[in-house]
T-cell receptor, first 114, second 117 residues
Framework: EAGVVQSPRYKIIEKKQPVAFWCNPISGHNTLYWYLQNLGQGPELLIRYENEEAVDDSQLPKDRFSAERLKGVDSTLKIQPAELGDSAVYLC????????????FGPGTRLTVT | AQKITQTQPGMFVQEKEAVTLDCTYDTSDPSYGLFWYKQPSSGEMIFLIYQGSYDQQNATEGRYSLNFQKARKSANLVISASQLGDSAMYFCAMRGLGGTSYGKLTFGQGTILTVHP
């Protein structure tokens, strides 16, 4: 069974440029999560989807961050424009549903903003 | 609100010895789950063990066991017979099983474990 797939694995951009990250969850998983992990810190939830509905986006900085999961499968997280402080690892995770206690994580996208 | 505290930035252990990684938590949720994840240098988060707040027995998974002390709000991870491959960052996490923290994992700051040969 394939795990959570994320791309790209690494991205370097200049500040004020846009950037997008893609995530494909494990097949059959209805719940998808995006987490932000700063260097030396634990991940922090940005947004949680149940199928195509964003059910928890309270931690998403909506002035520059957006996310979508149009068909309830794969998802895209976008930052526009990027700032130096956005340099971090962006992790995607999925679970069968929100009742499932185990979340499966992807390898993450390491973003560097110069 | 939920909070996880890991007070050990780094721990060292000799190969084949046991090690305990500390975790304390705070929550107002009446029921919750506690987790430990391993993050090697490659970056992926690997689920290790889960403990429900109403579980009577401490969880065990192979060489991993969770020492759950509800009254002290602690959920320490014990790794027995350490191996070189155990060297990684370890995160304690929790989620509420209802209310506003439902479905949301809250992580601690992590502990870097180094296993010496």
């Amino acid at each position: 069974e394939a795990g959570v797939v994320q791309s790209p694995r690494y991205k370097i951009i200049e500040k004020k440029q846009p950037v997008a990250f893609w995530c494909n969850p494990i097949s059959g998983h209805n719940t998808l999560y995006w987490y932000l992990q700063n260097l030396g810190q634990g991940p922090e939830l940005l947004i949680r989807y149940e199928n195509e509905e964003a059910v928890d986006d309270s931690q998403l900085p909506k002035d520059r961050f957006s996310a979508e999961r149009l068909k309830g499968v794969d998802s895209t997280l976008k930052i526009q424009p990027a700032e130096l402080g956005d340099s971090a690892v962006y992790l995607c995770a999925s679970s069968f549903d929100s009742d499932s206690y185990e979340q499966y994580f992807g390898p993450g996208t390491r973003l560097t903003v110069t | 609100a939920q909070k996880i505290t890991q007070t050990q930035p780094g721990m060292f252990v000799q190969e084949k010895e046991a090690v305990t990684l500390d975790c304390t938590y705070d929550t107002s949720d009446p029921s919750y789950g506690l987790f430990w994840y391993k993050q090697p240098s490659s970056g992926e988060m690997i689920f290790l063990i889960y403990q429900g707040s109403y579980d009577q027995q401490n969880a065990t998974e192979g060489r991993y066991s969770l020492n759950f002390q509800k009254a002290r709000k602690s959920a320490n991870l014990v790794i027995s017979a350490s191996q070189l491959g155990d060297s990684a960052m370890y995160f304690c996490a929790m989620r509420g099983l209802g209310g506003t923290s439902y479905g949301k994992l809250t992580f601690g700051q992590g502990t870097i474990l180094t296993v010496h040969p």
